[in-house]
């Protein structure tokens, strides 16, 4: 299986620091990579860090972040090569650069996988950063290179403006699932994606979140590519992994916004694929009735 | 016991505007003891009279505002450039006008390494100059099918490497979509990579590893004697990741009894956040020795012209490709600035485009009014497009400036004809426009994007020729007296060590420029052709034939 990347980008102040802390004191077991550009410009919490040596911190939970500095190419190498390995990689972008770009890169080592181009959003500064004469540019083309976009910093701005922000934000980025995250709060599922887990069939964390998942469990062979290609055309979701079986064997599912990818898979996996949404759109229902599209 | 050594020549121009010119100078313990007469040298008492320079003539050290000592590492590799051009041991290597020449000089190259796998890099390339011909996996495979081969742009943005190197890089393969990798009719990369983020992997497997990109103590030799081949007695590092172990290398080489210039090492402001960069940097100035200056930040803000990633204001890029990108975050830069100024340590920002350039100065005259600071020069480097109104603005904000007056050479005719179009290319760097307005400037060769030489670049300068030999932006010349300043006085000024070189009289340290022919009675023209015997650095004598 590849190695999956998330490129966690948006202008200063957006809130990726928060976030990735977040995922790391939430990740669940999950062994997750952060690499940053440079250090000094992410803070990891401090009762997070473990050890600290030059150019590599490692994390509670057997996480680590490690900055990539001019080589982020030989860093995915090695994080893919390391014993034992990572689960996931969130890789933090700096505040000017493109996702899309980085994503393409990501896209050129083998046994990675750009997995999705997070964009984060903050709701009170967003428009008024897309109007900065010096940073307009950048800004629209950061939140139009999104797979999904985080609404953060919803509690400084008042409801009103927050659908406002959300509306102006969907115009910008029509591609992209609209996220609403409070202070870096988004469960780790909805980033990274997961599959079901033995004996478990709803993650604890969602539960108290605006965040809702189901699980598809196919009654027969898919075809993997249509049922993938559903569930990243429909709004009800934003993310969905999972083992289905097909007429070749297992394949491992992988959505993130309108993007997708089926990989064949080895080994011996549970079938189910988690589905997970935001509450205020997510439609369970209609999610469990795409597992019966046909070729 | 000090000695006075007095030495005469045919000339010394001093750039020290109550004497110009004088026909002795006189040296102790490293320093200028006196610019005038014999008589009035041997004033200062009992001194050793040396001619050796009597049918020379000379001028204050030459002061090369930026480069990168990169240049001495480069040539550890192959040189295939279209221009002709001298190595550290003083032979100059032919352009080479074809890709068959190319092929040819990695080919002989070739049979010199040793070691099956090992790898061959050769650099320098220009295609501009040879009607934009692609080179490709398959050419340099005619060098060699087994081992690595790469070879590296002038630009530096552009790395080819054969069919080798892209296996081993793990790009040959179908499928890769990527703007940076060109795809040929097979569904392969060309083998021609486009982007820094790739180039540098793959330039690993080529020979462009880690001790390639950072400095190494030959290269930091190599670069020292080609310094004293152009004349140059002081030299700015334009950007180097500065650490303790780097520091101590750097202090280490430059301290060697022989080694021939004062190196002015930049803290770049890569791999730290903008805290850890102004504290570190502010550290390193006590650290200077005679022969490293530190102690200076360099901040990159866009990206380069040609490659379309410098930051335009409207209308942007003649042929109507979208604007370039930041390489630093405005909030990024204010707080740098303003941690800077607070500390006291001097920013030289790189801006290519105006837009850029005005990002600077506006983020500058906000951090000033935080932190007022009357003799700060913050230096723009490059800052090539600027137009009139951002030097009269960098003049009352006190800021330096240090165009890139060789680009206008290189490039000229492609910034003409394709980036920026005809009338932003005639006021690229602006150096007449910079001197009106009272803006401090220096001209620099940023080698080894172009080659070191402050003589070139002065001529340069003072003709605006294009390569193709048109004049471009004819308003914008200036003199040879006035470029003559600038690799001397107006370089040492934006650096802060005005008061230590520039200028030969008392006081001052002992670097001289010591040259075949006098430089105020060339033309513009000819110039760039004037021999240069060696220097006098610290009072140590270095000539170029001996280096």
Redesign the interface.
């Known amino acids: 299986m590849k190695l999956p990347v998330t490129v966690i980008s948006g202008?200063?102040?957006a809130g990726k620091t928060t976030l990735i802390n977040h995922l790391l004191r939430n990740a669940n077991g999950m062994r997750l990579a952060v690499l940053v550009n440079?250090?000094?410009?992410l803070s990891i919490d401090e009762d997070l860090i473990e050890a600290e040596e030059e150019g590599l911190m490692s994390i509670t939970g057997g996480c680590v972040c490690c900055?990539f500095?001019?080589?982020?190419?030989?860093v995915l190498?090695d994080m893919r090569d390391s014993k034992p390995g990572f689960d996931h990689v969130l890789l933090e972008a700096?505040?000017?650069a493109?996702p899309g770009?980085i994503m393409?890169?990501v896209?050129?080592?083998?046994g990675v996988r750009p997995d999705a181009s997070l964009v984060l959003a903050d709701a009170d500064q967003v428009e008024r950063n897309a109007a900065?004469k010096?940073?307009s540019?950048?800004v629209l083309r950061q939140l139009e290179q999104a797979d999904i976009l985080l609404i953060t910093k919803t509690d400084l701005v008042s409801a009103e403006k927050l659908s406002q922000v959300e509306d102006w934000l969907k115009t910008q980025a029509p591609h992209a699932r609209t996220l609403r995250a409070e202070r870096g709060a988004v469960p780790l599922e909805a980033v990274v994606g997961t599959t079901p887990l033995a004996g478990r069939r709803s993650s604890e964390p969602m539960a108290k979140s605006a965040f809702a998942s189901t699980v598809l469990y196919p009654d027969g062979p898919v075809h993997a590519e249509n049922l993938a290609r559903a569930l990243a055309d429909t709004d009800a979701i934003t993310r969905a992994k999972g083992y289905v079986k097909t007429d070749e064997g297992l394949a491992l599912i992988h959505v993130v916004g309108q993007r997708y990818e089926v990989e064949a898979a080895d080994g011996l996996h549970d079938i189910g694929v988690v589905c997970i949404g935001a509450k205020a759109v997510f439609d369970a229902e209609f999610v469990q009735s795409l597992v019966q599209t046909k070729p | 016991m000090t000695q006075t050594t007095i030495f005469s020549a045919r000339k010394i121009i001093t750039m020290n505007p109550n004497r110009p010119v004088v026909s002795h100078v006189a040296v102790r313990d490293g320093r200028i003891l006196g610019a005038g007469t014999l008589e009035e040298l041997a004033g200062w008492g009992e001194y050793t009279l040396d001619d050796r320079f009597a049918d020379l003539v000379i001028m204050p050290g030459l002061v090369e505002g930026h480069a990168h000592t990169m240049e001495g590492a480069l040539w550890s590799f192959t040189y295939v450039g279209w221009f002709d051009r001298m190595d550290p041991d003083g032979k100059t290597w032919p352009g080479l006008k074809t890709v068959d020449d190319v092929i040819a000089r990695l080919k002989e190259a070739e049979g010199r390494i040793e070691g099956p796998d090992a790898p061959l890099l050769g650099w320098g390339l220009d295609p501009i100059y040879m009607n934009n011909v692609r080179m490709s996996r398959h050419d340099l495979d005619r060098v060699s099918k087994t081992r690595p081969v790469g070879v590296l742009h002038a630009s530096g943005h552009i790395l080819n490497v054969n069919t080798k190197g892209l296996e081993l890089a793990?790009?040959l393969k179908e499928g890769?979509?990527?703007?940076g990798?060109p795809l040929g009719e097979d569904g392969l990369p060309t083998g021609e990579l486009k982007?820094?983020?790739?180039i540098?992997?793959a330039g690993?497997h080529v020979g462009m590893d880690r001790a390639f990109?950072a400095a190494d103590e030959t290269g930091l030799r190599n670069y020292a004697r080609l310094c004293v081949r152009a004349g140059v007695t002081t030299s700015s590092d334009l950007g180097q990741?500065l650490n303790d172990d780097l520091v101590a290398m750097f202090t280490r080489v430059t301290g060697e009894d022989r080694f021939p210039v004062c190196l002015v090492a930049f803290r770049i402001n890569?791999?730290?956040?903008?805290?850890?960069l102004v504290d570190y940097t502010a550290t390193l100035a006590d650290r200077s020795t005679d022969r490293l200056e530190m102690g200076k930040i360099k901040v990159v803000a866009d990206g380069s012209i040609q490659g379309f990633s410098a930051?335009l204001q409207w209308p942007g890029y003649y042929n109507g490709v979208?604007?370039g990108?930041?390489?630093?975050?405005?909030?990024?830069l204010a707080e740098i600035y303003e941690r800077a100024l607070a500390a006291g340590v001097q920013v030289h920002t790189h801006t290519n485009g105006d837009?850029a350039t005005q990002?600077t100065i506006e983020t500058l005259e906000a951090a000033l009014r935080k932190h007022p600071d009357f003799d700060h020069r913050f230096t723009l480097q490059h800052c090539q497009l600027a137009s009139e109104a951002q030097f009269r603005r960098m003049g009352r904000l006190g800021m330096c400036v240090n165009l890139f007056a060789n680009h206008h050479f290189y490039w000229g005719d492609e910034h003409y004809r394709l980036t920026v179009g005809p009338e932003r290319a005639e006021r690229m760097n602006a150096c007449r426009t910079a001197l009106n307005a009272g803006v401090p400037m220096t001209i620099h060769s940023d080698a080894p994007v172009t080659p070191l030489g402050p003589l070139f670049t002065a001529s340069a300068a003072a003709t605006r020729q294009t390569a193709s030999g048109r004049t471009q932006g004819e308003a914008q010349r200036i003199s040879v007296d006035e470029a003559l300043y600038a690799i001397t006085m107006g370089a040492a000024i934006t650096m802060k060590m005005d008061d230590r070189i520039g200028s030969i009289e008392t006081g001052k340290r002992a670097d001289f420029a010591v040259l075949h022919d006098d430089p105020t009675e060339a033309t513009p023209e000819s110039l760039k052709d004037i021999g240069v015997w060696g220097t006098v650095q610290g009072g140590r004598i270095f000539e170029s034939s001996g280096i």
């Open positions: 202008y200063l102040g440079e250090f000094g410009a900055a500095g001019g080589d982020m190419i030989g190498e700096s505040g000017v493109l770009s393409t890169t896209g050129l080592v083998d900065d010096y940073l540019d950048t | 793990g790009l890769t979509n990527h703007p990798i982007s820094p983020e790739i540098m992997p690993k990109l990741q890569f791999g730290v956040g903008p805290k850890e930051r979208p604007n990108l930041w390489y630093v975050a405005p909030d990024q837009e990002l």
